[in-house]
């Protein structure tokens, strides 16, 4: 390793509500490979976000070659030679590879754009980094993993001194991850500094020098790969205090039927081969980092995307017994008595421009319609009964849900699946964005919903609240089942260990 090329010092960084950077450090050096871990919500994105431009820090110094410097856009950050790779790929898909590479800087003749010499740059590009790539191929027929090798040429291209690699190997295979090393090897041979982000626990042993960790937007420290343990790292990702006590065993009943049955589901590439129970009165968390497949697993179960395989088994009401059924499309699974909480509440959960009224009875509008004419005063009945048992603050039935807090909108859609008599209902990320006295809300109530024998899935991010509100905890990592852990056995290192265990 060579001398510090770059370093971040006491930097801050606040949002509306979150305090997203808390004098946060880190430093690059030539010749190396940082790797920047964190769990989901960290901070990392938003600190190379701050180094690269797409943000600018409240307070903290950024020096970089020696001189203290401040970009205000991407743009002035590669001019200096500071370039993020990310992870969804900036391409444009009908232009081709060398148009891509050197969009918006193309080299000219005259007035018009020199592409011989365009080709002629890309193909010295890839050969540096000895990838075999046409430059006049188009960019949407190339794989993903060629495509972030254009990405990464791009990024030389623009003469990078620090290559900020955003969960570079999410989308590859295999094969490609060993290139994507291969080069990242070369990259440190010539002198670059190299930030790796990434969740991969084996990738990281393998292609970085130092790691550094964040947690809940601080510095925790930084360690040398070689002379850590995956152990080391895990704690200091999460070794944080959980006030909440975790539950200590499952509250399910040991002779609780089993109301859903998932075998074998298939749904693209981030649901593969996906099997598990759901018990009457359970709450079955799903954990796992982002990009692990849970919420495509759940709306693959809600027909909300489509599946290619798999068998789906409901408890029938009449007979106790598990029958399969055919979900097709979201109407269907709410026929067969299932309700999605989506995580993203404004988008599917709710019409914000609609009172809690209609939004109430948005599942369920047959049986207050005769007619065209939808019944008023059944409607309000029913909502000002769910106002009152989910305790909801708002002046009355009538205010639009566009006015009402986070956790009041989350209580409204609640209330629209328990209308509807929902049994299943998924919980996907059911506190995202809620403050804490809310969450203590959610989580009573979801408890109570359980004990009344409804069953929950419940999708989050939050190891906090995996572990204080699930009776068994399903882990996922890229698209497959890597664990089923039964609460009373549940530790944030053991699920944390399962999550980055990728199963091929």
Request: with cysteine.
């Amino acid at each position: 390793m060579g001398d510090v090329i770059l370093t971040m010092k006491d930097i801050d960084k606040s949002f509306p509500g979150v305090h997203a950077l808390d004098h946060v450090n880190f430093e690059v050096r030539r010749g190396e490979v940082h790797a920047l871990m964190g769990e989901n919500g960290a901070g990392k994105s938003t600190l190379m976000k701050v180094l690269t431009g797409i943000y600018q820090k409240d307070s903290g110094s950024i020096t970089y070659k020696g001189q203290e410097v401040a970009f205000h856009n991407t743009r002035e950050a590669q001019d200096n030679g500071i370039v993020i790779v990310h992870q969804e790929l900036n391409m444009v898909g009908d232009l081709t590879v060398a148009q891509n590479i050197f969009i918006g800087r193309e080299p000219k003749k005259g007035i018009r754009v020199d592409d011989k010499k365009m080709i002629e740059d890309s193909k010295k590009l890839f050969k540096d980094l000895n990838i075999e790539i046409d430059p006049r191929e188009k960019m949407s027929n190339l794989t993903v993993g060629k495509q972030q090798m254009c990405e990464i040429a791009k990024a030389i291209s623009h003469k990078a001194e620090v290559i900020i690699f955003d969960e570079p190997s999410a989308a590859l295979t295999e094969k490609e991850i060993a290139d994507l090393f291969v080069i990242i090897r070369d990259l440190r041979e010539k002198n670059l500094g190299i930030v790796y982000i990434s969740h991969r626990m084996d990738e990281i042993k393998v292609i970085t020098d130092r790691v550094t960790v964040m947690r809940d937007g601080g510095y925790v420290g930084t360690l040398i790969t070689k002379d850590s343990t995956k152990e080391d790292i895990i704690n200091m990702m999460v070794g944080r205090v959980i006030y909440e006590d975790p539950k200590e065993h499952s509250m399910v009943a040991p002779d609780a039927p089993v109301v859903l049955k998932v075998e074998h589901l298939n749904a693209g590439k981030m649901v593969q081969d996906v099997s598990f129970e759901l018990r009457k009165g359970e709450i079955l968390g799903f954990s796992g980092l982002m990009g692990a497949g849970r919420t495509e697993t759940a709306r693959a179960l809600f027909g909300a995307d489509p599946k290619q395989s798999g068998k789906i088994s409901i408890m029938d009401k009449q007979s106790g017994q598990l029958k399969e059924v055919t979900i097709r499309t979201p109407q269907d699974a709410v026929k067969c008595g299932i309700g999605y909480l989506s995580e993203d509440r404004r988008r599917y959960g709710v019409v914000v421009q609609k009172s809690v009224n209609e939004n109430t009875t948005l599942a369920t509008m047959e049986q207050f319609t005769s007619g065209i004419l939808i019944n008023k005063a059944k409607e309000k009945e029913v909502s000002e009964k769910y106002i009152k048992e989910l305790a909801t603050k708002t002046p009355s039935g009538d205010q639009l849900v566009v006015n009402l807090s986070g956790g009041n909108q989350q209580k409204v859609v609640i209330a629209k699946w328990l209308t509807r008599d929902s049994d299943i209902l998924i919980f996907d990320e059911p506190t995202r964005g809620i403050d804490v006295g809310a969450k203590n809300e959610i989580y009573k109530l979801m408890s109570k919903l359980a004990a009344e024998g409804k069953s929950i899935i419940m999708i989050s991010s939050e190891m906090t609240e995996i572990l204080r509100m699930s009776d068994r905890i399903i882990v996922m990592c890229e698209g497959k089942v890597t664990g089923n852990i039964d609460i009373s056995e549940a530790t944030q290192e053991h699920i944390m260990d399962k999550a980055t265990r990728n199963i091929n």
